[in-house]
Nanobody, 117 residues
Framework: VQLVESGGGLVQTGGSLRLSCVAS????????MGWYRQAPGKSREWIATITQGGSTAYPPSVKGRFTISRENAKNTVYLQMNSLKPEDTAVYYCKADAYESNPGTYWGQGTQVTVSS
């Protein structure tokens, strides 16, 4: 399974970005898909999750600003990020978890997001 993220870049405080994660397989086989981020010198942080059924979850740090969604026909998961802050600067990673047939956890290579103050 390959996950390829895109959409990162440099944006000013208060701006928006939309990240995309394209999977090499039908994303309906994954029980959950999500986004994580890692800033320099910090551990990887969970940002958002979406289930097969479309339920979503976020930590307080991004809830209300970030939205995860999926487009099954394109095997793609998105992360819409609004009201960006300098502390959102990090490498953002896509993750997919399959719990049933051929279980496994898969990560993308990451995409850099930099928010300037």
């Amino acid at each position: 399974v390959q996950l390829v993220e895109s959409g990162g870049g440099l944006v000013q405080t208060g701006g928006s970005l939309r990240l995309s994660c394209v999977a090499s397989e039908n994303i309906l086989r994954f029980n959950t898909m999500g986004w994580y981020r890692q800033a320099p010198g910090k551990s990887r942080e969970w940002i958002a999750t979406i289930t097969q059924g479309g339920s979503t979850a976020y930590p307080p740090s991004v809830k209300g600003r970030f939205t995860i969604s999926r487009e099954n026909a394109k095997n793609t998961v998105y992360l819409q990020m609004n009201s960006l802050k300098p502390e959102d600067t990090a490498v953002y990673y896509c993750k997919a978890d399959a719990y049933e047939s051929n279980p496994g956890t898969y990560w993308g290579q990451g995409t850099q997001v930099t928010v300037s103050s």
